[in-house]
């Protein structure tokens, strides 16, 4: 990469960071694809400056020709609208050789999500009597009661729960503020946690966040999901390959299945857009559509 490149990559991922308040992980695959986007020019003697909607088509070619799926693809012709409008607000360009680019056609894939039964499975297994154990069980039931994303989880802090009126406030994608409730369960498990757990854990430490490593420092994403992994194989569901994120989609789903309504869901999940939510009624009706096979006769 030119030092040009360098320079105008760096000033555009300060600007989205100050002026979208995005997340870190949101702004590392801003940059990763952009970063690719330009050892791609440099490949085929190109400048960033002087391409037009060909060089971009040729470029998402070249990225389906790497066996990339739609997805993907489309989320990286995101990134670079989003790096050329910057351009163009900037001055730098006069045109967006992005604008009228189409985006891949996305096939909607089924999120993979648990059923009741393997989602009480797998909060039986964590041992309670132990100070990791108790942790690892109200980490587990926030996120599936909660439907929290596991960056939100490990960011909850102290301050952020109010176990007297019921409720947690998450900061979500974009700094964005939501208030979830908390059921009667996940209160009682919390306490538990904080009076008996927590201190052990903390070993006279001080910690704003809620949930603490056997350290007694912050929780990582990496620790959290091999303790999901952990779990899930002694509860049996090693085939499922459950992840933190799963907990949240089984949270949305079963509130679906229950009735709920799909704009309280939203709010609760904290999408901006209710058609990123409605994906969850396609689980729904395909989780009622296996039922009907298993056990109807005529299935």
């Known amino acids: 990469m030119s030092g040009d490149e360098r320079q105008i990559l760096d000033a555009f991922i300060d600007t989205i960071w100050i002026e979208k308040g995005l ?27 002087k391409v037009s909607r060909a060089e971009i088509l040729e470029y998402l070619s070249f990225l389906f020709s790497q066996k990339l799926g739609s997805k993907s693809v489309a989320r ?23 604008e009228k680019v ?3 056609k996305v096939m909607k894939s089924i999120p993979k999500t648990l059923d009741e039964k393997e989602i ?3 909060l039986e297994c964590p041992d ?30 102290l301050i952020h729960v109010n176990a007297r009126q019921g409720v947690m406030k998450v900061l979500g994608k974009g700094q964005k503020e939501r208030l979830v409730p908390m059921g009667e369960k996940l209160i009682n498990i919390m306490d538990a946690y904080l009076n008996d757990s927590r201190p052990k854990l903390l070993n006279r430490n001080i910690s704003d966040y809620f949930f603490i490593s056997s350290r007694g420092s912050k929780m990582t994403r990496q620790s959290f999901w091999h303790r999901i992994k952990f779990y899930s194989d002694k509860a049996g569901l090693n085939k499922k390959n459950i992840s933190p994120h799963v907990l949240r989609h089984a949270f949305a789903t079963h509130l679906l299945n229950n009735g709920a309504d799909l704009r309280v869901v939203q709010l609760l999940l904290g999408h901006s857009d209710l058609n990123t939510t409605q994906i969850y009624t396609e689980v729904a009706k395909y989780r009622l559509k296996q039922l009907h096979n298993e056990h109807h006769p005529r299935g």
């Open 128 to 157: 309670v009597n132990s100070a990791l154990g108790l942790r690892d069980k109200a980490m587990i039931e926030t996120l599936y009661s909660c439907g929290l994303r596991v960056s939100e989880l490990i960011d909850l802090e």
């Open 23 to 49: 997340s870190q992980n949101t702004l590392n695959s801003y940059k990763s694809d952009t970063e690719k986007y330009f050892l791609w020019l440099s490949k085929n003697s190109l400048n960033y400056k």
């Open 76 to 98: 990286k012709l995101s990134s670079l609208r989003v790096f050329y409008k910057y351009l163009v607000v900037k001055n730098i360009l006069t045109l967006d050789p992005c």
């Open 120 to 122: 009480e499975k797998l």
């Open 102 to 104: 189409e985006t891949p």
